[in-house]
């Protein structure tokens, strides 16, 4: 969708600088979640002239408390929406409509990368993820995400998003692997081995 289009079926009115925020409870620690997203709101808030989506939280403990929490905030703000669902092909339009994705979802590693978007992510939900260059890691602090979501709007950083490579791959994964299944011996993987508890075979079929 292009912004006019997605306008007229969200609501959402595009500014000057536009960030999606998705932040999920932090898994075995919903008081932690609870302090981290207060860094976060507090950060942004600090932003001018920034229009910000929020997409609420997945169904995880604690996730209540941060709707809330995430509600009240942008009601209090002209600038702020928040969506509870906007789907696969509203969201992934979004995403690359805007100058960045911020929170600890997992969207800001995979999907932002494949659409060129830069991501702050917060805290240590996604440790141990793969990640592109494209994703500035910063500690769940209320100066420390100022400072990351400062670098990941600044000209330098979105000039260097032309050039990234993305860890999960190009969009080409099911054209190669089709390519591959053509030029395989296949001969015999059709066939089904019945074993008994001995190991044993006990018999042969071919499927139809």
């Known amino acids: 969708l292009d912004r006019d289009a997605f306008t007229r079926e969200t609501g959402f009115d595009f500014g000057p600088r536009n960030l999606v925020v998705t932040f999920h409870p932090v898994t075995l620690d919903a008081e932690q979640g609870e302090s ?18 929020f997409t609420l939280p997945n169904a995880d403990v604690g996730n209540a408390a941060i709707r809330a929490r995430v509600e009240a ?17 509203r969201y992934l339009s979004l995403v690359a409509l805007s100058d960045g994705v911020v929170g600890n979802s997992s969207s800001g590693l995979i999907e932002a990368p494949a659409l060129g978007v830069g991501t702050v ?7 141990g993820r793969l990640r592109a260059s494209s ?27 032309q050039r990234i490579e993305n860890p999960y791959g190009d969009g080409g994964a099911a054209e190669r692997v089709v390519e591959v299944l053509r030029t395989a011996q296949l001969t015999g993987l059709t066939t089904k081995e019945f074993h008994d508890v001995s190991g044993g075979v006990l018999a042969l079929t071919t499927d139809d």
Request: charged letters at 30%.
């Open 73 to 89: 905030f942008a009601s209090s703000r002209a600038t702020a929406w928040t969506f509870s669902s906007l789907g696969f092909r």
């Open 36 to 53: 981290e997203l207060e860094a976060l709101l507090e950060a942004l808030a600090t932003l001018d002239e920034t229009h910000l989506a």
């Open 135 to 161: 994703v500035i890691d910063c500690a769940p602090r209320r100066d420390e995400i100022i400072a990351a979501l400062r670098r990941l709007l600044s000209d330098g950083f979105r000039m260097a998003l």
């Open 121 to 127: 992510n917060v805290g240590r939900r996604q440790d």
